[in-house]
């Protein structure tokens, strides 16, 4: 892991990094200390590590708990170069988007390609996080993510025992994610956009049904995926501090 | 309205009030002012006013957020007389129970008929309420339930201007409540048991989608509506303050 370059914001130290091919960003604390707990953010479909969102999110996150946390480019997203396969899935979005053909069947395809390329980068990743002075090893770890960062983030969590609480986003629901969901029992809190033509209500509502954690909830708004209505910012702060210590 | 006993408990004043027919009680704080937030607070079916739950509740809201909370027993439950209707509607659950017959027609009946009851004596309760120094015409007015809590809750906040702000735990729905739904527009949030036998999924699932509210969320936590898992037992103070004000 090496970091290419470092500021800071109202108390919060960005660090860029690069891992190999894998472009990423570490924010954390001045204050923060070996140990505190860790989130892993999983950035949407067509954005990339440090979309204003996330940005947002990774501030709350170590400035309100005291955590630290770390986002990676998928693979063809942020600053990382697209391969022909990227560069064909850019091309079937935006024509079907023209010619108003149904999404889901492209979104399942690039999706799964994408986390069978990004699980283990993210491995990978923490692997390195973990082997840094101010992480350490038994720094709890959490997963968030919306969209694509859902569709890897359930892939991840299915087969990483390192990941002990995951809060997931709306996501487009296809077969493999159901069968991830089923393999994990960690606490997770779901979120769903009841109003969304692109990710219909039933698979969301049936993926929650197939996590197997005994410790779940969901959690539906009003709105579009990106443009849910009334959600309280802080909720996904509490509910990692519920779980993985660390000030709410 | 006639206060018949006050005793008072970690700094919460109860007072046990009449009011014609309908036995009530009033939670407060020592050192809460005119103006403050009030809490109608609705039982489930087959208890009564001061419930362990509801008792709990009120403290949190009285001691957390600085409300008054005022809960009022169902016709034929808890101190007040049952009449011939409510003798046989228990009769006839624990025949149901006891053959295994389905409830749900047995609910819809009782619930609908306590309803009607019940939405004038919650009317008069607040009038009386809103009368009193202490409370006053101002303060901001939010209700609380499950099961029949809701069920009476919904009919009486689709007529009762007076309230600002709602919350829902699980309910048995039936038609009626739908259509109640549909005419409520103020910020509401809605709470489903995942896994309950005698209050099935999807109508709790269409009536969030009734409910005509531009703000209105859904939360759902697996097990059955009297033990549902993992629910912040915060959550429903953080609501109430988001939309009534008052320290959460």
Not at 118 to 129: G, S, Y
Not at 179 to 188: L, S, Y
Not at 200 to 214: I, K, V, Y
Request: hydrophobic letters at 40%.
């Amino acid at each position: 892991m090496h970091f290419i370059s470092e500021t800071s914001s109202n108390g919060v130290i960005e660090r860029n990094f690069t891992l190999g091919d894998i472009t990423g960003v570490l924010w954390s604390s001045a204050s923060s200390s070996a140990g505190a707990p860790l989130i892993l953010s999983g950035h949407t479909g067509g954005i990339h590590k440090k979309a204003p969102g996330l940005v947002a999110n990774a501030h709350r996150l170590v400035t309100g708990n005291g955590y630290t946390v770390a986002a990676i480019d998928a693979p063809g997203h942020g600053d990382r170069p697209r391969d022909a396969e990227d560069e064909a899935a850019r091309a079937g979005f935006a024509r079907a988007h023209e010619n108003g053909d149904p999404m889901g069947p492209l979104i399942t395809e690039y999706n799964t390609s994408l986390a069978q390329r990004a699980v283990p980068e993210w491995q990978a990743t923490i692997d390195a996080l973990q082997a840094l002075p101010e992480i350490g090893p038994d720094a709890p770890i959490g997963y968030g993510g919306m969209t694509l960062g859902v569709a890897i983030g359930l892939m991840l969590t299915a087969v990483e025992p390192r990941i002990r609480a995951a809060s997931y986003g709306p996501v487009f629901t296809y077969e493999a994610l159901i069968d991830a969901a089923k393999q994990i029992t960690i606490p997770v809190e779901f979120t769903i956009a009841w109003d969304d033509e692109g990710i219909p209500r039933e698979p969301g509502l049936a993926l929650f049904d197939a996590c197997a954690s005994p410790e779940k909830s969901l959690h539906v708004y009003p709105g579009r995926h990106n443009r849910m209505l009334g959600v309280d910012p802080d909720a996904q702060s509490r509910f990692f501090a519920r779980h993985l210590g660390g000030v709410a």
